[in-house]
Structures are given as structure tokens and as C-alpha cells.
């Protein structure tokens, strides 16, 4: 029985450090995510206003990237105030 208590508790030392280790992955994961997501917005949003500085409304603009014109038109100024 000793030895087999001793197994057991071997174990689950292993799953609770593995358990560990994936919820540490899960955040790199989540973080790593967040990151692509900002990058994919900023080159978005660099080709929308390139879209509007080359002369495109920004209605047909909102059109292409699939966005409300005011949204368009929130990008456009705050880009203007940076």
C-alpha cells in the first residue's frame, strides 16, 4: 500500500505541475494573441488613411474595410491629433 500511496502522490505532483505549466502557456498564448490583434488594427488603420490622404471618401472608404463612416472618421481624426 506504501508504495503504491508513494506512486499517487508522485503523481500528482506531476499533474499539478503541468497544470502549471499549461496555465502559464494559456496567458503567453492570450498575450501573444493581443499583440497580432493590435498589429492587424495598426495596419488597418494605416490603409484606411492612405485610402482617405489618396483622394477616397471616407464613405467608400468605411465601404472597402467593411466599417461605419464613423468609424472611418474617428481614425482619420485621431490620427490628425498625434
Known amino acids: 500500500m ?3 500511496d508513494y ?12 497544470a502549471k505549466q ?3 502557456l494559456n496567458a503567453q498564448l ?3 494573441a493581443t499583440t497580432q490583434k493590435k498589429d492587424t488594427r495598426t495596419n488597418r488603420d494605416r490603409g484606411i488613411l492612405t485610402s482617405v490622404a489618396s483622394g477616397v471618401s471616407q464613405r ?3 465601404r472597402i474595410y467593411k466599417l461605419t ?3 472611418v ?3 482619420v481624426k485621431e490620427s490628425k491629433a498625434q
Do not use: D, S
Open 22 to 24: 499549461i496555465t502559464k
Open 73 to 75: 472618421n474617428q481614425i
Open 69 to 71: 463612416p464613423a468609424r
Open 2 to 4: 506504501k508504495n503504491q
Open 30 to 32: 492570450k498575450e501573444k
Open 7 to 18: 506512486k499517487i502522490e508522485q503523481l500528482e505532483k506531476k499533474v499539478k505541475g503541468q
Open 60 to 62: 467608400e472608404t468605411a
